[in-house]
């Protein structure tokens, strides 16, 4: 199967990995929207969460413990969870994926949301996530 995220998973392809457990892998997202942005994935592949809703409770715990990691490193005031399902929602990629969108009190509000932040040094970030800086 050509998936990207399968890819990702299984090493074919590199990432910034911040979190993995049995049924779940999180990474830096490649176009973060605010500083820290990350995916979270189920390791089997499913397509979107509308033809498989049970797979959310298989990430969920990776949800939880990747948004209290992201939140605590990266000192965010919130944060935000977003799952697009269907090309009309948006999702582009078709691996189901959630959005965890730290924010940060001086960008704040949904309006704000996907207003990309320029120049993050995703290296730099990932290094605090993983408490190396
Ligand atoms: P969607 O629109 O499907 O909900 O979100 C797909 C996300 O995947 C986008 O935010 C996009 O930046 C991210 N993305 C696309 N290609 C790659 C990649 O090769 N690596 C990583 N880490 N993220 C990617
Ligand atoms: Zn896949």
Do not use: K
């Not at 490649?30 to 298989?58: F, N, Y």
């Not at 990266?74 to 977003?82: E, H, R, S, T, Y």
């Amino acid at each position: 199967m050509d998936c990207l995220f399968c890819a990702i998973i299984a090493g074919d392809i590199p990432s910034r990995q911040v979190y993995a457990d049995d049924a779940a892998v999180a990474f830096l997202d490649i176009s973060p929207w605010h500083a820290g942005h990350t995916l979270v994935v189920p390791r089997r592949h499913v397509a979107d969460v509308l033809s498989q809703p049970e797979a959310l409770s298989e990430i969920a715990p990776a949800i939880n413990a990747t948004s209290r990691l992201l939140t605590q490193r990266l000192g965010a005031d919130g944060l935000n969870v977003l799952i697009n399902s269907g090309a009309t929602s948006g999702q582009e990629v078709f691996h189901l994926h959630a959005h965890l969108i730290p924010r940060y009190a001086d960008r704040p509000g949904m309006a704000a949301l996907m207003e990309r932040e320029a120049d993050i040094d995703l290296d730099a970030v990932h290094r605090r996530i993983l408490g190396q800086a």
